[in-house]
């Protein structure tokens, strides 16, 4: 397995720049054949010739690997040695990012730090207390419900249990006396006086 891997590393080396893929390796002998090529047809010395080939080599985007780039690099010192400066030569544009910076690391401290999620406790003790509080409050309120519907007397229908029968006598005594009456005229028995004049004689020889 190790002897593969070297022999595949081997096999990605161009012009002492070894590559780690094999469209890398590609990229860089395209590159080495495109320097051959202007080499070859670019003779000439003159400042403003090579200024040319350099400026239009990266305007066209020809070199996409590092070896296009240190040929543009030479380029661009023999510019400078043949009185050109830093400002009247255009920069050799590197498209490819050295740093490799996750997503994370990208966030600041706050966002990277996750708040820890505090599940909500239920309080039982707070929940069983209200539970008790209503059912107590509903048994409240049936007691009081059975007391005064009830026929025995007691301290809730006292008054209305003795208001009631008393009402209940008054009539009954109403309804005896009102026959009492009728029963007389029909028998004749006009004065009563006398008669209820004894009851009431009676009556407080009793309480004496």
């Known amino acids: 397995m190790a002897a593969d891997d070297k022999s595949n590393a081997d096999n990605f080396i161009v012009e002492g720049f070894q590559f780690t893929s094999e469209a890398d390796t590609q990229k860089a002998t395209m590159d080495a054949s495109k320097i051959r090529l202007l ?11 090579i200024k040319a080939v350099y400026e239009k080599s990266i305007e066209n985007k020809i070199f996409k690997t590092p070896i296009g780039w240190c040929y543009l690099i030479g380029l661009r010192i023999r510019l400078i040695e043949s009185g050109y400066s830093e400002e009247d030569i255009i920069p050799i544009p590197v498209g490819v990012s ?10 600041s401290v706050k966002q990277r730090i996750k708040p820890e999620k ?11 207390s209200i539970i008790c509080n209503i059912v107590l409050v509903i048994l409240v309120i049936l007691l009081f419900v059975i007391a005064a519907t009830a026929e025995n007397d007691n301290i809730i229908n006292y008054k209305s249990n003795v208001t009631n029968r008393y009402a209940s006598w008054e009539q009954d005594l109403k309804e005896r006396e009102k ?13 009563t ?3 209820y004049e ?5 009556d407080d020889n009793q309480e004496d």
Request: no cysteine; net charge positive.
């Open 193 to 195: 006086s006398s008669y």
């Open 179 to 191: 026959k009492v009456r009728i029963a007389e005229k029909r028998l004749g028995i006009t004065d």
């Open 118 to 128: 505090k599940g909500k406790k239920v309080d039982f003790t707070k929940i069983l």
């Open 98 to 107: 050295f740093s490799r910076h996750s997503a994370i690391e990208s966030l």
């Open 198 to 202: 004894d009851t009431e004689n009676i």
């Open 39 to 49: 080499q070859s047809r670019v003779k000439s010395s003159k400042p403003t010739d």
